[in-house]
C-alpha cells in the first residue's frame, strides 16, 4: 500500500517504480530518504501555490537531485548538480522520455542550490528546489500543516542528526574537487570542514584576468 499524504503519492507508474529502486540501490538511506521527503515537500509546496505538475517529472527530479554526490555518478570537474541532472537525463532517455521532459528535469536537478531563479520557472523546477529548501534549510517550514509534516518524517525518516549528517555527506561528495563550488552555496560546505580552504573570489578572478585595465 502507497503512503499517501495530502493526497499525494508516488506516481503509479513503471518509470516511478524503476527511478526508486535505482535510486534506493544507489545512495545511502540518508539520502534515499532525504530525496523522497523532497518529492512530498515539493508536491505539498505546489498544493500551497497552486501549481500544476507532472507527478513523474517532479518525482525523476526530487529524486536524482543528490544522484551527483555518489561515487557511482561523480565526476571529476564537474558541479555535482550537474552531475545528478546528466544521470538523471541518461536514464530518462533510455526509458523513451522526450527530449523537452528531459531538459526539464535536467534543469530542476542543475538549479536546485541556485536560489531565486527557479521559482521564475516551470513547476517542475521550482517544486523540486522548494522541497529541497524545505528538508535541507527547513524554509516555509511553518507554511506545511504539523500532520503533514510527522507522516512525512514517519515514513521517511530523518536521521537523529540530520543536519549534520547531510552538510557531511554534502562534504564526501564534494571534497574530491573543491574548484566546482566557486560562486555556489557548497563552498560553505568545504570551508565549514576545511578551516584553512581558499575559496574562489569573484573580484580576484576579474583583477588577475589577462585584460588590461
Known amino acids: 500500500m502507497q503512503f499517501t499524504v495530502g493526497n499525494i503519492v508516488v506516481p503509479d507508474s513503471q518509470l516511478a517504480r524503476d527511478i526508486t529502486e535505482l535510486v534506493r540501490d544507489t ?14 515537500w515539493a508536491a505539498l509546496a505546489a498544493m500551497h501555490r497552486g501549481l500544476q505538475y507532472d507527478p513523474e517529472l ?13 561515487h557511482a555518478h561523480s565526476s571529476s570537474d564537474k558541479r555535482f548538480e550537474v552531475d545528478g541532472a546528466n544521470a538523471a537525463a541518461d536514464f530518462l532517455r533510455s526509458r523513451g522520455i522526450g527530449e523537452r521532459e528531459v531538459e526539464t528535469v535536467w ?9 531565486g ?5 516551470a513547476p517542475e523546477i521550482a517544486l523540486v528546489t522548494a522541497g529541497v529548501e524545505m528538508d535541507v534549510l527547513g524554509i516555509r517550514y511553518h ?35 573543491p574548484e566546482t563550488t566557486f560562486g555556489n552555496v557548497k563552498a560553505d560546505v568545504i570551508a565549514d570542514k576545511e578551516p584553512h580552504f581558499h575559496r574562489g573570489n569573484f573580484c580576484s578572478v576579474i583583477r588577475c584576468s589577462a585584460w588590461n585595465g
Do not use: C, N
Request: glycine share 4%.
Open 107 to 115: 534543469t530542476a536537478i542543475a538549479l536546485h542550490t541556485t536560489p
Open 27 to 40: 545512495e545511502s538511506p540518508l539520502l534515499f530518504h532525504h530525496s523522497s521527503r523532497v518529492y512530498y
Open 143 to 177: 507554511t506545511f500543516d504539523d500532520a503533514d509534516r510527522q507522516a512525512v518524517v514517519r515514513a521517511h525518516p530523518r536521521t537523529e542528526h540530520f543536519k549534520e549528517d547531510i552538510i557531511q555527506t554534502f562534504y564526501d561528495g564534494i571534497r574530491h574537487k
Open 58 to 70: 517532479l518525482y525523476a527530479g526530487a529524486m536524482f537531485h543528490d544522484m551527483g554526490l555518489t
Open 117 to 121: 531563479i527557479p521559482e521564475f520557472m
